[in-house]
């Protein structure tokens, strides 16, 4: 699995934003109708890697006509929260992005809406290790089309794709990618290229491909 570039999704992979995102979408939800009943952190988790149309149905289908309105109101509420406060970072993240970006360019793509991996960016002041970034949100393509338009702005012939669920698998097999499952996320992949229990298990992973071309 020798790569040029190391892609990689957000939630699930890289941190875990499930309760600042809970807390934001209850403040929103709470100006509307201080009764309203509000999704909790593990409501939320379970919706991680979904389309807003998918929340939408998913979350929201309480207020019928206006579900998906609604769903969008907490989604683009969220991001000033979640820069303030930040996710859980998991654990060895920044060690990792040091040892790999020395070696690879580093990459996210997110099917999130636009300012969401700036959040991130910005909470976690990650942002120095990573090339570009891309979401649908700013595309207004697939996940799997921009990840092929990120490889192309930079030229990639053999980006790996991280992230932790079936749809990003899928996406990362339609856009030519590897995929490694990030099995430490929020869900499960059917045939991966590779598997990691950890973060820091990516650079020996990678290491080890390295080794056998030598």
């Not at 998906?68 to 509420?77: A, D, N, R, S, Y």
């Not at 970034?133 to 192309?152: D, F, H, M, P, V």
Request: aromatic share 8%; with cysteine.
């Amino acid at each position: 699995m020798l790569t040029d570039g190391v892609i990689f999704d957000l939630d699930g992979t890289l941190w875990d934003s499930c309760r600042a995102v809970a807390e934001s979408w209850g403040e929103t939800l709470r100006g509307l109708d201080p009764a309203a009943v509000c999704p909790g952190p593990d409501e939320v988790r379970g919706i991680m890697g979904m389309t807003a149309p998918q929340i939408a149905r998913a979350l929201f289908s309480r207020y019928g006509e206006d579900a998906e309105k609604v769903c969008l109101m907490c989604i683009h509420g969220e991001n000033e929260y979640i820069a303030a406060r930040g996710g859980e970072l998991y654990p060895g993240l920044e060690k990792t992005l040091a040892a790999l970006s020395a070696r690879v360019h580093l990459f996210i793509v997110s099917n999130c809406l636009d300012g969401y991996i700036q959040c991130f960016l910005q909470s976690s002041g990650l942002g120095g290790y990573f090339r570009d970034y891309e979401c649908e949100g700013s595309t207004g393509l697939s996940k799997a089309e921009t990840i092929q338009l990120l490889s192309r702005r930079h030229g990639l012939r053999r980006p790996v794709y991280v992230g932790d669920t079936r749809s990003d698998e899928d996406s990362a097999r339609k856009a030519g990618c590897a995929f490694v499952h990030a099995a430490y996320g929020f869900g499960t992949a059917d045939a991966p290229d590779a598997v990691i229990g950890g973060l820091p298990a990516l650079c020996t992973l990678l290491e080890t491909e390295e080794e056998k071309h030598v």
